[in-house]
């Protein structure tokens, strides 16, 4: 029966969980396949790279830095895959990407089966928010004015991703 008492216990475990175990808040409710510890995650990331992949910090467009770190992936143009930053999962081909003018990295497809959605109502929107599907990590998000075939724009956190070529 669930009461106060055991509605208290329940969540303090559940933040405690979150809070120590790595996995961003947003996805607490999910499992992945790689799970490490905050210290874990830190050690392996830079600071910027994990303010974006645990913590969904988004980085400064155009310029695509964050804690004095940047990305060169906006201005990439080469034949190859941009692979998530935390675990090298494949999540995006150089063939989807395409110039928004917003600042970020777009693409209007990603890999099937290597990223999650999430609907995110932070900032007084209702957004879609992206991440990788093998470690949690926290990509950008997903609006609906992208370009042909499918009319998705994935605005992605260049600081999120690694790119290697073909």
Request: contains cysteine; hydrophobic residues 35%.
């Amino acid at each position: 029966m669930l009461n106060r008492r055991n509605f208290l216990v329940t969540s303090t475990a559940t933040i405690e969980l979150v809070a120590f175990s790595g996995i961003p808040a947003y996805a607490a409710a999910e499992t992945f396949e790689i799970i490490r510890s905050k210290a874990e995650w830190k050690e392996l990331l830079s600071p910027a790279r994990y303010d974006v992949l645990r913590k969904a910090k988004t980085e400064r467009p155009f310029s695509n830095s964050l804690k004095g770190e940047s990305s060169d992936l906006l201005t990439e143009n080469r034949v190859g895959t941009f692979h998530c930053a935390g675990c090298d999962l494949p999540v995006y081909k150089s063939e989807t990407k395409f110039k928004s003018g917003t600042g970020w990295p777009s693409f209007w497809d990603a890999i099937e089966g290597n990223v999650r959605f999430k609907e995110d109502n932070t900032l007084f929107s209702k957004r879609t928010e992206e991440h990788c599907r093998h470690c949690g990590g926290h990509l950008g998000h997903v609006f609906d004015d992208g370009p042909a075939p499918t009319g998705k724009r994935h605005c992605i956190n260049g600081l999120a991703m690694i790119f290697k070529p073909s």
